[in-house]
């Protein structure tokens, strides 16, 4: 079967990754989905290596494990079906310590918009939940049914800057009042149509509880902190993100670990330590080219940092 995704940023990841030849290198790719990337790193791979492979989705590892079958079988590889939320108790439950790089590709796969029973979109009528995990968390209903107004106007304000969220939250408590439950896309696809009539304020609303149902900005702090604990000194990691509050996160814990302890004391009382150089001042960005074969592209950015 052949699946409409096509990797971002693939010869920028791909040229970054540092292998040592008489080492075991241990490579962590935290978005697996089809291994697009991870087929490219593999073949660069010592016999000895391992390479772990973490998707929060089931179906998206299946799916890899099926694309991968095969292509390398000298090497040792884990696949772990969990959040990359849980990367430190996750490694340590295969003995991993201490990891030679680490990457992450973010967001959702197209399988998560395309299929119906897989909830991202408005297009289709299906069950309002939007957990790449759905054996964890709440589904996204739960959030449209029990959150109060402010809170549902702060996750669509923050995260998706939607200009009419007072609007939409205000209505979507007055349906809430005659019990009325929302279960499915349509029905919130619906409310929001009548209460705008501008189509974006659908994508943004959407987008906004995506991020929430899966703690997204959460999630991607601790996991980024645990994974430059873990990284062993020269090697590195490598982050691709999708939307300006992903890219925040990064850039700002990037920036807060590559800084030198701030204490005035005479003898450092923050236990702050530098713990990375930054290797990209700048994002990485799509070429033109790029951009124009993949238009998903455009929104990419990425950032590099090695450990000290
Ligand atoms: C953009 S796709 C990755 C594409 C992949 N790099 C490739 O080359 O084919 C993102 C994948 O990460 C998974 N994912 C998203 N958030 C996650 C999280 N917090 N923990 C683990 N997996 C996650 C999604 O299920 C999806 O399969």
Not at 171 to 198: G, M, P, Q, V, Y
Not at 254 to 259: G, P, T, V, W, Y
């Amino acid at each position: 079967m052949e699946w409409l995704h096509i990797s971002v940023l693939l010869e920028e990841l791909v040229s970054s990754i540092k292998i040592e030849k008489n080492k075991q290198n241990i490579i962590v790719d935290c978005t697996l989905w089809l291994a697009w990337h991870a087929k490219k790193i593999i073949e660069k791979l010592n016999p000895w290596d391992i390479f772990v492979w973490f998707d929060a989705d089931i179906r998206n590892l299946e799916l890899a494990k099926k694309v991968l079958e095969n292509i390398r079988s000298d090497i040792k590889i884990v696949l772990i079906n969990s959040n990359f939320v849980n990367l430190k108790s996750e490694l340590e439950k295969v003995w991993i310590k201490n990891i030679t790089w680490i990457y992450y590709d973010l967001g959702i796969s197209s399988l998560h918009v395309d299929e119906a029973e897989r909830w991202f979109s408005f297009k289709l009528d299906w069950p309002l939940d939007m957990r790449f995990d759905t054996s964890i968390w709440f589904p996204a209903s739960h959030i449209v049914n029990t959150y109060k107004e402010d809170e549902l106007i702060r996750i669509f304000r923050e995260y998706w800057e939607e200009p009419a969220s007072r609007k939409i939250a205000q209505n979507i408590i007055e349906k809430r009042k005659s019990w009325f439950k929302f279960k499915t896309t349509k029905e919130l696809a619906n409310l929001i149509d009548e209460c705008i009539k501008f189509p974006k304020a659908k994508n943004r609303i959407f987008q906004s509880l995506r991020i929430e149902t899966n703690k997204e900005m959460e999630t991607l702090e601790k996991s980024l902190k645990d994974a430059i604990n873990l990284l062993s000194p020269w090697w590195t990691i490598f982050v691709i993100s999708f939307h300006s509050l992903e890219d925040r996160i990064v850039k700002n814990i990037f920036k807060d670990e590559s800084r030198d302890c701030i204490c005035t004391d005479l003898i450092c009382t923050c236990k702050h330590k530098k713990q990375i150089k930054i290797l990209t001042k700048k994002p990485i960005i799509p070429t033109p080219e790029e951009e124009k074969t993949n238009p998903r592209s455009r929104s990419a950015k990425a950032r590099s940092a090695e450990k000290l």
